[in-house]
């Protein structure tokens, strides 16, 4: 067991500036018209706005671990090794990484060669009939494990989705309070196109008047602590919902995007770290980092 900084140690030890000002070269709109503030003063993470060797060693001096939580149930254990074995070469790579793989076939987990200070434990969880209920579960199980392992083991903690391949640099640019990703379908879309919950009978309803982005649930990130707060909140509407028989449109993504509104993330990370390979690259992505990989939904899904 490696030495590591609590979240409460490295929050002491970190002046409150290192979060941002490495991070971005311009504020307001960038070159390409990009966008890398938002109207609450938070940065946008885009190529270019930030020097990835310079806060990279940063950060590495703060001696700091980075959980990452991935659910592969079902036939989405397939997409494992791509996962691993590409986080390996661009994902926070010199840093101390935790994954802990959460499956219903710790049997099918393959063997990734794993670098210094990288580890992975597997989690197993019962298996499901629908794809919704694995993600409408998702945000309980994180938050078990918060509390019964990551407070003690790690300091930041990201959630990412396993049918996903790293593409380039991923490192300590992404690192805030509490993180979350432009989609990749709708930073180029008017808050009325948004898909978010229009039930007012659900708990992660969105008035028309409301919202800002439209967030990806592939990626969460942030301090252990503010990640168990969202993911605390947003598993007691999920429950509250269940007990009315409602289900969101989005499952755990609209309650997700319901929490951000009325708690603004301290960082978001633009659709580079969330593309769709079957996506061309668009003048504002011009490097993709993170992507979702083309699959046959009905052939790796246990339901419509």
């Not at 307001?28 to 966008?35: F, L, P, Q, R, Y």
Request: glycine letters at 6%.
């Amino acid at each position: 067991m490696p030495q590591v900084s609590t979240a409460s140690a490295y929050r002491r030890s970190l002046k409150p500036w290192f979060s941002n000002i490495f991070v971005l070269k311009i504020l307001g709109v960038g070159t390409g018209g990009i966008v890398t503030l938002t109207p609450w003063l938070a940065p946008i993470v885009w190529e270019g706005t930030f020097d990835p060797q310079l806060i990279d060693s940063i950060y590495k001096q703060q001696n700091i671990t980075i959980a990452t939580t991935v659910f592969a149930l079902g036939k989405y254990t397939q997409f494992l090794k791509n996962f691993l074995e590409s986080a390996e070469q661009q994902y926070f790579v010199g840093f101390c990484v935790r994954y802990y793989i959460f499956t219903d076939k710790p049997e099918e987990i393959p063997v990734v060669k794993l670098g210094n200070e990288r580890y992975l434990t597997v989690i197993k969880v019962p298996s499901s009939n629908r794809w919704q209920e694995i993600t409408l579960r998702r945000m309980e199980k994180l938050e078990k494990l918060i509390e019964g392992l990551l407070a003690n083991e790690a300091d930041y903690v990201f959630s990412l989705d396993v049918d996903t391949k790293f593409y380039g640099h991923w490192g300590a640019e992404s690192l805030g309070r509490l993180v979350g990703v432009i989609h990749p379908g709708y930073y180029q879309t008017s808050r009325n196109q948004f898909p978010y919950e229009r039930r007012p009978e659900s708990q992660a309803f969105v008035p028309l008047e409301e919202g800002d982005y439209y967030y990806g649930g592939a990626v969460i990130g942030g301090l252990v602590r503010d990640v168990l707060q969202l993911a605390k909140t947003c598993r007691k509407q999920l429950e509250a919902d269940a007990a009315k028989s409602i289900e969101a449109v989005w499952q755990e993504e609209s309650h997700l995007n319901k929490y951000f509104i009325y708690n603004k993330p301290s960082k978001l990370l633009s659709p580079e770290y969330l593309w769709q390979d079957f996506k061309a690259k668009t003048n504002e992505v011009k490097v993709i980092r993170f992507s979702q990989v083309i699959k046959n939904y009905a052939a790796v899904r246990p339901n419509p």
